[in-house]
């Protein structure tokens, strides 16, 4: 296999933030390091990055290894990108390399730049595509997130008011969506006094508000089953995969050609297995890195399909009898999605 530093001429580290980038370029051929170069983030100044890039790679292939490619980065990578500008995503620099040589915009993107040079030019992950039904997927379960949060929070309020105040109301466990619709219906008591009166009020607030916030999240996902449907047809019909799992797995997948097998996907998505023998026990253990949202999109399917799928559960009782715990099977089935949805997606080609 090719590595970076072979296939590649030049790799330009890039540190970024919300006001500048921070670029260092290194020359695979003969280790002369330029730079570090930092640019505002304006469109200007974005413009005259690219024009930095072109100017100290004149010959020879040019890959950018960046931070951030989804966040901060993300215009520079459009930039890049529709220059024809290869770019592959780096994670921060970890505590060790902290400790040995501390922190700047200038050591990071130097670090950014060296950090790729050893692997295998094959395994590098492209950008995730930045426009269309991909994007707007990403975008509705950025708010789901949010909305989500937000109502948990609303819940959490509710029953510890509940619980600290006599309402009348059952609280010693979480309230049901039964108790927070009669709480809605509340009028005011005169026989309250003022403590009860007010949290009384606040507790209808927070009902409503609970009520409003699940109503937007059902038109979420009925709003994200659409597009999925629109992107992948058919995805929905497979046992266990909802409106938000299959999303998931879409805005990760991103697009044909991103990853170059499922191995790749499987690896991304945290459910590659990792040995974990010694001795006379041979075994594998869950991969606790890679996007944690694919591997819950993951985890939920599997755990769907082994309540309410009969091949799972047949399969699962099976793995059991071979003497499996349940994390093991949860392990293999999770394995098994990936390489099963990753020949799904390959098939509708979807273009980044």
């Given at each position: 296999?090719?590595?970076?530093?072979?296939?590649?001429?030049?790799?330009?580290?890039?540190?970024?933030?919300?006001?500048?980038?921070?670029?260092?370029?290194?020359?695979?051929?003969?280790?002369?390091i330029?730079?570090?170069?930092?640019?505002?983030?304006?469109?200007?100044?974005?413009?005259?990055?690219?024009?930095?890039?072109?100017?100290?790679?004149?010959?020879?292939?040019?890959?950018?290894?960046?931070?951030?490619?989804?966040?901060?980065?993300?215009?520079?990578?459009?930039?890049?990108?529709?220059?024809?500008?290869?770019?592959?995503?780096?994670?921060?620099?970890?505590?060790?390399?902290?400790?040995?040589?501390?922190?700047?915009?200038?050591?990071d993107?130097?670090?950014?730049?060296?950090?790729?040079l050893?692997?295998?030019?094959?395994?590098?992950?492209?950008?995730?595509?930045?426009?269309?039904?991909?994007?707007?997927?990403?975008?509705?379960?950025?708010?789901?997130?949010?909305?989500?949060?937000?109502?948990?929070?609303?819940?959490?309020?509710?029953?510890?008011?509940?619980?600290?105040?006599?309402?009348?109301?059952d609280?010693?466990?979480?309230?049901?969506d039964?108790?927070?619709?009669?709480?809605?219906?509340?009028?005011?008591?005169?026989?309250?006094?003022?403590?009860?009166?007010i949290?009384?009020?606040?507790a209808?607030?927070?009902?409503?508000?609970?009520?409003g916030?699940?109503?937007?999240?059902?038109?979420?996902?009925?709003?994200?089953?659409?597009?999925?449907?629109?992107?992948?047809?058919?995805?929905?019909?497979?046992p266990?995969?909802?409106?938000?799992?299959?999303?998931?797995?879409?805005?990760?997948?991103?697009?044909?050609?991103?990853?170059?097998?499922?191995?790749?996907?499987?690896?991304?998505?945290?459910?590659?297995?990792?040995?974990?023998?010694?001795?006379?026990?041979v075994?594998?253990?869950?991969?606790?890195?890679?996007?944690r949202?694919?591997?819950?999109?993951?985890?939920?399917?599997?755990?769907?399909?082994?309540r309410?799928?009969?091949?799972?559960?047949?399969?699962v009782?099976?793995?059991?009898?071979?003497?499996?715990?349940?994390?093991?099977?949860?392990?293999?089935?999770?394995?098994?999605?990936?390489?099963?949805?990753?020949?799904?997606?390959?098939?509708?080609?979807?273009?980044?």
């Amino acid at each position: 296999m090719v590595i970076v530093a072979e296939k590649y001429s030049h790799v330009i580290g890039v540190d970024t933030h919300a006001r500048t980038h921070t670029l260092t370029h290194v020359d695979t051929r003969t280790g002369v390091i330029t730079g570090p170069e930092t640019f505002p983030t304006s469109p200007a100044g974005l413009k005259r990055a690219l024009g930095w890039i072109t100017r100290t790679t004149a010959t020879g292939s040019v890959l950018v290894a960046m931070e951030g490619v989804r966040s901060y980065g993300a215009t520079f990578t459009q930039i890049l990108t529709s220059a024809g500008v290869e770019v592959t995503e780096v994670p921060p620099p970890g505590k060790a390399l902290r400790a040995r040589k501390g922190k700047s915009d200038q050591i990071d993107s130097l670090a950014a730049a060296q950090s790729v040079l050893p692997l295998q030019a094959a395994s590098l992950l492209k950008p995730r595509s930045a426009a269309g039904i991909r994007a707007s997927l990403a975008t509705l379960l950025a708010a789901r997130r949010r909305l989500d949060g937000y109502r948990t929070v609303q819940r959490n309020a509710l029953t510890a008011l509940v619980r600290t105040t006599d309402l009348g109301v059952d609280a010693r466990r979480a309230l049901t969506d039964r108790q927070i619709t009669l709480i809605t219906s509340w009028r005011t008591r005169p026989s309250d006094d003022l403590a009860t009166s007010i949290a009384r009020s606040e507790a209808v607030y927070l009902a409503k508000s609970i009520r409003g916030l699940k109503t937007e999240l059902q038109d979420n996902a009925a709003h994200l089953g659409a597009l999925v449907q629109d992107l992948a047809p058919g995805l929905l019909d497979e046992p266990g995969y909802g409106p938000i799992t299959s999303a998931t797995i879409l805005v990760s997948y991103s697009h044909a050609g991103r990853f170059i097998s499922e191995a790749q996907f499987a690896s991304l998505a945290g459910v590659a297995p990792i040995p974990a023998s010694s001795g006379n026990t041979v075994r594998h253990r869950l991969n606790r890195f890679g996007d944690r949202h694919l591997n819950n999109a993951f985890d939920t399917i599997a755990r769907t399909r082994m309540r309410h799928h009969e091949p799972t559960r047949a399969y699962v009782e099976t793995q059991y009898e071979a003497k499996k715990n349940y994390r093991e099977i949860k392990r293999k089935l999770k394995r098994y999605l990936a390489r099963s949805t990753y020949r799904k997606l390959e098939k509708y080609d979807i273009p980044a």
